[in-house]
Structure formats: structure tokens, C-alpha cells
Nanobody, 124 residues
Framework: QVQLVESGGGLVQAGGSLRLSCVTSGGTFDSYALGWFRQAPGKEREFVAAITWNGDTTYDVDSVKGRFTISRDNAKNTVYLQMNSLKAEDTAVYYC?????????????????WGQGTQVTVSP
């Protein structure tokens, strides 16, 4: 059973930065593609960014391009989301997800394992 635990969320002013981390256990970390998703109140969970098992390929949604960066450290079983130039509309619960695949899933239904989420609140 793969487990994921996010951390690093919090309250930040607009224009600030946060770095989210997600530590995984119970699986072979470098066999998994990893993704970050977010869910704002009253909205559906949406894709933010994803990275392949070896870190060679990443993809992120247009609304965060140039501001957010996904990365992974396979030696530490950890995936990161560096978030810069934060905006009020980035406020949401952020989730990491894992799927054993060589591809780069960007749909939430393609991910089997999920963390419990970490709250990010950006004040205007």
C-alpha cells in the first residue's frame, strides 16, 4: 500500500512563495509518476503539475506556468512543488498523487494513490 504525506502548506501574502513536499512510502518510488492537484471550496479537484518516474518530463497547467515548478528526489522518495508569485486564486487544498506508469498522467482519474492534502491560503 502506497502512502503519501504532504506538508509545507500555510498562509502567505500574494506575491510570496511556498514549497510543498510529498513523501511517499510503501512502494517503489521511482516506478511512479507523480502529480499535484488542488481543490478550492466549491470547485472540482484540478490538475496542477506532473512529473515522470525519472523526472525527465514535466507538465503543468497554463495558470501556473512560470510560477510553479514540480521536481522529485528519488533518493528521498519525495516530490516537491515550488510555488512562487502566489495569487489569491491559488488558494486551495493541494494534493499529491502517484501512479505506477511510464507515462505522464494529467487526469485525476489516472492516479490510484493520494495524499490527505495540505491547505494553501494566499491573502490578497
Amino acid at each position: 500500500q502506497v502512502q503519501l504525506v504532504e506538508s509545507g502548506g500555510g498562509l502567505v501574502q500574494a506575491g510570496g512563495s511556498l514549497r510543498l513536499s510529498c513523501v511517499t512510502s510503501g512502494g517503489t518510488f521511482d516506478s511512479y509518476a507523480l502529480g499535484w492537484f488542488r481543490q478550492a471550496p466549491g470547485k472540482e479537484r484540478e490538475f496542477v503539475a506532473a512529473i515522470t518516474w525519472n523526472g525527465d518530463t514535466t507538465y503543468d497547467v497554463d495558470s501556473v506556468k512560470g510560477r510553479f515548478t514540480i521536481s522529485r528526489d528519488n533518493a528521498k522518495n519525495t516530490v516537491y512543488l515550488q510555488m512562487n508569485s502566489l495569487k489569491a486564486e491559488d488558494t486551495a487544498v493541494y494534493y499529491c498523487a502517484a501512479q505506477m506508469t511510464s507515462t505522464l498522467p494529467i487526469d485525476r482519474y489516472e492516479y490510484e494513490y493520494w495524499g490527505q492534502g495540505t491547505q494553501v491560503t494566499v491573502s490578497p
